[in-house]
């Protein structure tokens, strides 16, 4: 597998659910990070998560991070339409690279 | 806000021509890079720049690509002699920082068709 696999590849919620998912990776990190793409449209940072920390929170999103795991898992509370979207994580290991996995599309159905 | 900035939006090109994709990154920023995204696929990087050269690149920008930071506001990637497996969206990002707070703010990209 690769540095930064998202899981579910897709996944399709009702409004008003929460959405999790999830995202791995195999080297250490400097950190991680989750990015947002609408369909076509470029990406938008959503959170920054340091290898030092273990959660954090912005607005309705939630991040874990679990390097003894090497996981981290975004969950996007109380979904709405307007959140359908692929969801990628995306790994600084320290230099000036970031790689990114393969995403999650997610659906919420209105 | 400020934001990153690309243009075109859309570049079409016969294979063998050369392009220059064109991004303005935030101001105070001083790390820039390039990624592309082939349609359904991941975003892969190519490039980071700081401190007007090369800081890594990947095993995908070989001979025929470069960057180039001609002014103090664009930062350039130039793509010699155009395949049609460069068909992809290229996206510039910039980040002020390098390190653990590496935040990258991305460009709305350039759509290159290559024919």
């Known amino acids: 597998s690769q540095q930064g696999e998202e899981d579910p590849q897709a996944l399709s919620i009702q409004e008003g659910e929460n959405a999790t998912m999830n995202c791995s990776y195999k080297t250490s990190i400097n950190n991680l990070q989750w990015y947002r793409q609408n369909s076509g449209r470029g990406l938008v940072h959503l959170i920054l998560?340091?290898?030092?920390?273990r959660e954090k929170h912005s607005g309705r999103l939630r991040v874990t991070l679990d390097t003894s795991k090497k996981s981290s898992s975004l969950l996007i509370t109380a979904s709405r339409a307007a959140d359908t979207a692929s969801y990628f994580c995306?790994?600084?290991?320290?230099?000036?690279?970031?790689?990114f996995g393969a995403g999650t599309r997610l659906f919420v159905k209105a | 806000e400020p934001e990153v900035t690309q243009t075109p939006s859309h570049q079409v090109t016969q294979m063998g021509q050369e392009v220059i994709l064109r991004c303005v990154p935030i101001?105070?920023?001083?790390?820039f890079y390039w990624y592309r995204q082939i349609l359904g696929q991941k975003v892969e990087f190519l490039v980071s720049f700081y401190n007007n050269e090369i800081s890594e690149k990947s095993e995908i920008f070989d001979d025929q690509f470069s960057v180039e930071r001609p002014d103090g506001s664009n930062f350039t990637l130039k793509i010699r002699s155009t395949k049609l497996e460069d068909s992809a969206m290229y996206f510039c990002a910039s980040s002020p920082f390098a390190g653990v707070d590496n935040e990258q703010f991305f460009g709305p990209g350039t759509r290159l068709t290559v024919l």
């Open positions: 101001s105070n920023h001083l790390y």
């Open positions: 998560i340091r290898s030092n920390e």
């Open positions: 995306a790994t600084d290991t320290g230099g000036f690279k970031t790689i």
